[in-house]
Every structure is written in structure tokens, then in C-alpha cells.
């Protein structure tokens, strides 16, 4: 949990398929690395580990992860910086105390959006509009005129609204209405990246930014957080050590997203901050730099102790391991490898159109001193919309049969491959089934496994049935020739196996249910085209079946 990054495979999920599938110092690949996290689970369990991606953040994460360095160093060196900085622009979250008037810091505010009325014109600050609904949103009006006011009103600008403040005169951290800081943001001497956001990227589309006037990188961040993180990337790069500036480069691109403007605000806490959208809430957090920076470097230094902790379980040596893990910028389909030179891969595609990580990696490769960029052309997604340079499913079909054709030839004889895949689209699943046959694998079906990584969907939330499947797939395969041609099942045979999967468990979600259909379907050979999230969650419903709201969980209709 060191570093964020889209679609992440827990560890501990990895670990156990590893050490199942080879032996200690073995070598795994993953060929769709992304953040590393087959490299953390091979140096902890004592394997080696090769690791491919065409994403220049994840390779930035995938080898800090396992850069593991001394934990005081890092500590000293990181409070360094942060003073080294704190020296540059001077105190800018620092406030009186409403209280005691004694100087305080801040650790965040909150803005509000500032929309205009569309009856009046009148400018409305939405936090105060929401405050005077009481917290209701359906009761929010303009303060001239009494017109309704919500978030698709046209916004205008944004103003501060609170502070959250730590101060000596309370044991907790305390709200008051925002004051400006002593100390104004200074640019002088500080530059900070600005890069375009263009309208041929699939999130700038998504996220209507033109609207918003949210077209560069820098637009995301107040001015103050610029200069807080312009002085400290600064501060860092001055790092002599190269492993230690490494590790606080590492820390510093982790807070990237928590400092911006996408971490949206709640009156009961805070909502996490949008790793896969653009989205700015009308009401959203603007958090203290250098106390994100303080405690993401505390965080770094107990990934590198549970590292360390698990290798020493295992009875494992230190010597070494910075060449146990190596990581390279090479695309999945031509992979620098020799034949039948490693034992085991586990890798985590794309899973078709869910996610731009070029997009979404911007915002953190736009600060690395490579100055490079993931290369959205190399990318295996499929576009939500043709904005002039149409990335199809033909295309994403052809890189994943392609990427498993290579994971075949560097594999040795009787060696495994297991995928981990997850979607809500039949037609998507059926994909898949194509590209391992012509890749020349076969799944086992005794080896099918599914990860449940925990998280509903937050557009099932309100409807209790999800739109968005939350369970993937983890499928083995060997070389091999596919016994029979694929059939699509019986609707009755669906149906019926959708109802018995329901009833097996008290604690089974639609997802769940949707992935063991999806199981079922890939151990009796069906042609999953038609075994979409959709027509299961029509199928439940058939059955009687509703959502428990406050577990996720289904469960038989009393009435």
C-alpha cells in the first residue's frame, strides 16, 4: 500500500501461486508488470523475477518497490528534504488558531466550487449552498433567487471555505472557517510541470475537461500545493544518495493524487482520491505536502520491513537482491527474453476498455526527471470513443494473443501461465478464450481461481445490483492444443447454474456469482459470448433474488 496504482494485484494473493507453481530461485515473468507487484511477491517468497510494461510509472513504482533501503536513512533523508523545502517557500500552511490564536499548521482545507445560477446568474459557493440545504443535495437553491443549484451547474471558479488545523491547544485536529496564510505562495526560482492534457485522450473526453477548463496537469493543484511539491521534488533531487533519492522519488509520485484536487471531500471523511478518472469534486480536500510527504515516507519504510519480514520466514539471505528483480520498458508482445528461459509467469492485463492508465500516469510521470511518458499507442486497451487514432478490440485481441504467444516461447516445457482477467462483458471474456487458443494454451480447469479483491462498485452502491463486475478471474494455463471447439450454452443450462451458484452460500455477491459462471463456462467449454454481467443480474432477479444493500450480498426476496 506504499504507492496507488490502477487495477493493483495484492501481494498476498500472488505469493501463494509462486510458491506453488516453482521453486526458490526461480525465475518469474510478468510481461503486463504495471506496478510490480509479481516482483514484491517473487522477492518475498525468494524467486527471481523478470518484469515488462510499456507504463513509464509503473516502472518507476515496480523498481522502488523493491529498491529496499535502510529505514533510518530514509527517515533522516526524507525530514532533510522536507526542511530543505520548507526553507524555499517558507510557511504556507501555517494559520492562527481560532481558539488560542497560537500559530498553527494546516493539514488540509476545503474548497468549494463556485457555480453560477442558471435562472440568475448569481454566483453560488456550493459547500455554503449545501450547508444551508442541511447537507441535503435535492434541497440546494441560489441564494437570490431560490432556483435549484447541483454539481451540473456551470462552475466558475473555486474558493476556500475551511481549515483543518493541528494546534497544541487540542488533542484532535479542529475545523475553522479559512483564513490566508502569513505567507503567500511564492513562485520565484520554482517550476513545476504543466503538461497538456490532449482531447484525443480518452479521460479528456470522459471527463468533459474542455468544460472545465481542466486542460494541463497544473490545473489540478492550488497554487500553494505547486509550490510546496515544486520545492520538494527540488529538495529531493538534491538526494546524493542514488537508492535513497530513488525511495523518496518513489514516496513523493504517491502523493501526487492526494495533493491534487482529486480527493473528494465528505462530511463524515474523506472519500479517497480519484485514481482512475479526472474527476474534481465540487467540494474537495487541499492536503499539507510536506505532512502527505512525512507520513508516505513512513509508509515506504514498513513496505520495505514486510518485504524483509517475509524473506526472513523463509529464512532467506539479503545478499543480493538488488539483482533478484529486474524491470524493463518493453512491450508484452516482443519480450527481450530467450526460449524457454523462465519458469513460471503470472501477469495482470489490461482488461479491455476499464481503464487509460496512460492517462491516469500523467499526472505522476509529468514530475519524474525522465521526462518520459507512457506511449498511448503501445497501450492494450480498447477506446471508449474514436477521437482519430481508434485503439479497437481487433487490436487489443491481437496484442494479448500475441503477449501469450511470447509467454509460451520463453516459458520452459511443462512450465505455467496464470492470467489474472476480469470483466463485465461476455463479448470481452470471449476474446480472451480466442487468444489463448491461438496463443497455443489451455487453461486448466482444476486450477481456476478467483480473486475477490473486496471492493464493490461504486455505481452498484445505489442500486444494490453492480454494473461492473469486482471479481476476476485467475486462470493457469499450459502449452497445448484446445480439446474441442467452443459451444454457447443452453439458456436453460445458464439458468440453472446461475441459481445454483446463488443458493450454494449465504455470502455470495452478484460478482462473485457472475465469475463463477464465468468459471463454470471455461471448465465446460461454452462460448462465453453471451454471458454477460448484465443477463445474470436479469437472471437473479428472475430468481427472486435481491441485494442486501448494507452488505453487497444477495439474498431471497421475502415479498
Known sequence: MAHAYLTKVPVTAVIPFIEAMTAPGDVVLDPFAGSGMTGVAALAAGRQARLFDVSVLGHHIGRNYVNLVDADTLRCQGAAAIKRARATVGDLYRVPCADCGVPAETAKSIWSAVMRCDACGNEVNYYEALRDADWHKPQMQCSRCAASISSRSSRVGEEPVLNSIACSCSPKQREQPWTEPPVTPCADGLTWPDVPIEPSRQMYQASALGRHGLTSTAA?????????????????????????????????????????????????????????????????????????????VEAVARSDAWIRERRLERRLSEDGLAEQVTYEIASATSLPLDDGSVDYVFTDPPFGSNIFYSDMNLFQEA???????????????????DTGSYRSADRYEHILTEALRECRRVLKPHGHITLLFG?????????????????????????????????????????????????????????????????????????????????????????????????????????????????????????????????????????
Request: net charge positive; hydrophobic share 45%; glycine share 6%.
Open 220 to 296: 489540478f493543484y492550488s497554487r500553494r500545493n505547486l509550490c510546496a511539491l515544486a520545492a520538494l521534488r527540488d529538495a529531493i533531487e538534491a538526494t546524493g544518495d542514488e537508492a535513497i533519492r530513488g525511495k523518496l522519488r518513489f514516496a513523493f509520485t504517491a502523493i501526487l493524487t492526494r495533493a491534487s484536487k482529486r480527493y473528494q471531500w465528505s462530511r463524515q471523511r474523506p472519500l479517497n482520491a480519484a485514481n482512475a478518472n479526472y474527476y474534481v469534486a465540487p467540494v474537495f480536500y487541499e492536503w499539507n505536502v510536506f505532512d502527505l510527504f512525512s507520513r508516505k
Open 367 to 385: 514530475w519524474l526527471p525522465s521526462g518520459k511518458f507512457t506511449e498511448t499507442g503501445l497501450e492494450a486497451v480498447v477506446d471508449r470513443t
Open 423 to 559: 470483466n463485465s462483458s461476455g463479448a470481452v471474456w470471449r476474446l480472451l478464450q480466442r487468444a489463448i487458443a491461438d496463443a497455443g494454451l489451455v487453461v486448466v480447469p482444476e486450477l481456476i481461481a478467483t480473486l475477490d479483491k473486496g471492493q464493490r462498485s461504486v455505481k452498484g452502491l445505489a442500486s444494490g445490483f453492480e454494473h461492473v463486475a469486482t471479481v476476476d478471474l485467475m486462470l493457469t494455463m499450459t502449452a497445448g492444443c484446445p480439446s474441442a471447439q467452443t459451444a454457447p450454452p443452453a439458456p436453460a443450462d445458464v439458468a440453472t447454474a446461475v441459481r445454483d451458484i446463488a443458493s450454494s452460500s449465504a455470502d455470495v455477491s452478484p460478482s462473485q456469482c457472475y465469475v463463477e459462471l464465468v468459471r463454470e463456462g471455461f471448465r465446460q467449454g461454452w462460448d462465453l459470448s453471451a454471458i454477460d454481467l448484465s443477463a445474470v443480474t436479469r437472471l437473479l432477479r428472475d430468481a427472486n433474488y435481491e441485494v442486501d444493500r448494507s452488505t453487497g450480498l444477495l439474498r431471497l426476496r421475502t415479498s
